[in-house]
């Protein structure tokens, strides 16, 4: 069974910094982009941040570019998330997302995660 | 970036209805448009991809179609199951893009 286990959410103050993992399961892991995908309170989905099977290209939104770094460790079977300078608009619930079709650049989401909450207040 | 809009933002509708749900991308994304659909609390679901694919254990009355610029999402037959947000997404290149959803509620 495919599985994705995000962590590493919680409270921080604006400017502050934190980590994002997703341990993943229950498929080849080095086949398949992934991303992460945030949903701020009562509001819609947003795309944050992606990484292409090797970890070797990565892309952001705009929103977060500069202060966001997405990796991944395929002898882990973990993707990251490092987020610096939080702002109080980064508050939502983050999903790890794994790409449909194997080896594909550019993919739908077929597998999400249970989501992590961040919150961003002081 | 491209933009993606939805129509009705929401929409009332009564089980057994058919129920149409329309997607535009403010540029030409071929047929890389999937839908999800989300419940309240919940995680979104993967419905349909390569704009008319249904995933694998999606009940077959939801149907996609569109190429280009225009797509829909058709429910069938609505199911009290079915009453939740749903999304289009296009991934034709990067940065990925998410319409702002429809939320179908009871009439």
């Known amino acids: 069974e495919v599985q994705l286990s995000d962590s590493g959410g919680g409270l921080v103050q604006p400017g502050e910094s934190l980590r994002l993992s997703c341990a993943a399961s229950g498929f080849t892991f080095t086949d398949y982009a992934m991303s992460w995908v945030r949903q701020a309170p009562g509001k819609g989905l947003e795309w944050v941040s992606g990484?292409?099977?090797?970890?070797?290209?990565?892309y952001y939104a705009d929103s977060v570019k500069g202060r966001f770094t997405i990796s991944r460790d395929n002898s882990k079977n973990t993707l990251y998330l490092q987020m610096n300078t939080l702002r109080a608009e980064d508050t939502a619930i983050y999903y790890c997302?794994?790409?449909?079709?194997?080896?594909?650049?550019?993919?739908?989401?077929?597998?999400w995660g249970q989501g992590t909450l961040v919150t961003v207040s002081s | 970036a491209i933009r993606m809009t939805q129509s009705p933002s929401s929409l009332s509708a009564s089980t057994g209805d058919r129920v149409t749900i329309t997607c535009r991308a403010s540029?030409?994304?071929?047929?890389?448009l999937a839908w999800y659909q989300q419940k309240p609390g919940k995680v979104p679901k993967l419905l349909i991809h390569?704009?008319?694919v249904l995933q694998s254990g999606v009940p077959s009355r939801f149907s996609g179609s569109g190429s280009g610029t225009d797509f829909t999402l058709t429910i069938s037959s609505l199911q009290s199951e079915d009453f939740a947000t749903y999304y289009c997404q296009h991934y034709s290149t990067y940065p990925i893009t998410f319409g702002p959803g429809t939320k179908v509620d009871v009439k």
């Open positions: 390569t704009a008319s």
């Open positions: 997302v794994k790409g449909d079709e194997r080896l594909s650049t550019t993919p739908a989401f077929d597998c």
């Open positions: 540029q030409h994304i071929s047929n890389y």
């Open positions: 990484v292409s099977v090797s970890g070797g290209t990565t």
